[in-house]
């Protein structure tokens, strides 16, 4: 980049350009100087013009002000139309396709007119001023225009490339925002799987010391509740890491596709083993089946068996082992409302799994795909309360799991 743009931050081949057009204006005067009317002070106009020509790129206007105004003095001189006079058509051309406005070069045009006007005024007869007007008006009508064609092609370029730019910058966002929306999944199904498998395995593995000598069979059941939340959860995580790698690179960009079959298992049907698992946690659960269940999408499915098990966590871990818990589906034409009470009974755990405080995030979150509510807080009695409802949707729809 260094090498390819001057001090000034302009482009070396543009610069290298200018200079050469600025030295030919010069030569063309030198040439001149003696043979030219106004001799050596016509020949410093033109040098003058030459060197504002060198800025003609970064600042149009003010050269073609320049540059008119030497012109002016030119006619005022009565020297006459000189070869170096090409400066004004070329300050013409560049403020007409380097000015910021279009109107500067509306405005140098009308100038140009009127020099070609003034310049014609000094031919001898009428029929020569005519010959003479007629042919610069060509001239510098012919270059406004070039300019003009060039002007708009050379914003049209710059709109593209802006255009592209722009795009880019889009295309940047959304990947991040995917990224992040992809992060906040893992994490939201990791802290499902992991958390509920730990709370349960806490709190047996805490229950079987206390009751190894006390009652040995009802430490072998909790030790046995641990072994099997334990099988349960590494199903789980081996399930999950296996859908993100087939939905990684080459397996589509989109979220974790409900047609999986394994996904398809964590659904309604298993939520019987759920309530069975924390029940043999500790908890004494009763659960309540409303209306009748509608074929659901299967990411819909995974919403109610996800909440269901993280109230049910939450009421273990907080409510304590024995406390009753109530679990009420609600099935209609309209929607499925998912109520779990506790009483707050239970038991104090001895040592509670730390709380990492994203279960009531992660429960709306979900709920939130699905253009559902979520209402948690405490009883009046006593004990918590979550409800949520879903709406159905309308008609079928390729479902895509909110993991």
Do not use: C
Not at 226 to 253: I, K
Not at 302 to 324: D, I, P
Not at 368 to 387: C, H, I, M, N
């Amino acid at each position: 980049m260094t090498v390819r743009r001057t001090l000034f931050g302009r482009p070396l081949r543009g610069v290298a350009f200018d200079v050469a057009v600025a030295a030919l204006v010069v030569l063309v005067s030198l040439a001149s100087a003696v043979t030219q009317p106004g001799g050596w002070a016509a020949t410093l106009v033109g040098v003058g013009m030459a060197v504002a020509l060198l800025f003609r790129r970064t600042h149009p206007s003010a050269v073609t002000v320049v540059v008119a105004v030497l012109a002016l003095v030119q006619v005022v001189a009565e020297w006459g139309p000189l070869v170096y006079d090409v400066a004004v058509l070329i300050a013409l051309y560049s403020v007409v396709k380097y000015g910021e406005r279009l109107r500067d070069g509306v405005l140098a045009g009308a100038v140009a007119a009127v020099g070609v006007l003034l310049a014609a005024a000094q031919t001898p007869n009428v029929i020569q001023w005519w010959v003479t007007a007629l042919w610069y008006a060509l001239v510098t009508g012919a270059v406004w225009l070039v300019a003009l064609n060039v002007r708009t092609r050379r914003l049209y370029v710059l709109s593209l490339e802006e255009r592209a730019t722009t795009l880019e910058r889009e295309r940047e966002a959304e990947f991040r925002a995917a990224v992040a929306e992809e992060r906040t999944r893992i994490a939201r199904e990791l802290h499902d799987v992991v958390a509920h498998s730990m709370a349960v395995m806490i709190v047996q593995a805490d229950g079987a010391r206390f009751m190894f000598d006390r009652d040995p069979a009802q430490a072998r059941t909790a030790v046995k509740v641990v072994a099997d939340t334990g099988r349960q959860a590494l199903e789980e995580m081996r399930r999950l890491v296996g859908v993100l790698r087939d939905a990684g690179p080459g397996g589509g960009d989109g979220p974790v596709v409900a047609a999986d079959p394994e996904h398809r298992r964590l659904a309604l049907a298993e939520l019987p083993d759920l309530l069975a698992r924390f029940d043999d946690a500790g908890l004494r659960i009763r659960s309540t089946v409303t209306g009748t269940p509608p074929a659901l999408p299967p990411g819909l499915e995974l919403t109610v068996y996800r909440v269901v098990q993280e109230a049910l966590t939450n009421a273990l871990k907080h409510a304590g082992v024995g406390a009753g818990v109530e679990v009420v589906l609600t099935y209609s034409d309209e929607a499925v409302v998912v109520r779990i009470l506790d009483n707050g009974l239970g038991r104090p755990l001895v040592s509670p799994a730390p709380s990492g405080g994203h279960g009531l995030l992660g429960m709306r979150e979900r709920v939130t795909v699905y253009d559902g509510s979520l209402t948690a807080g405490p009883r009046p009695v006593g004990g918590w309360q979550v409800e949520v409802r879903l709406p159905l949707p309308s008609e079928p729809a390729t479902e895509v799991i909110a993991a």
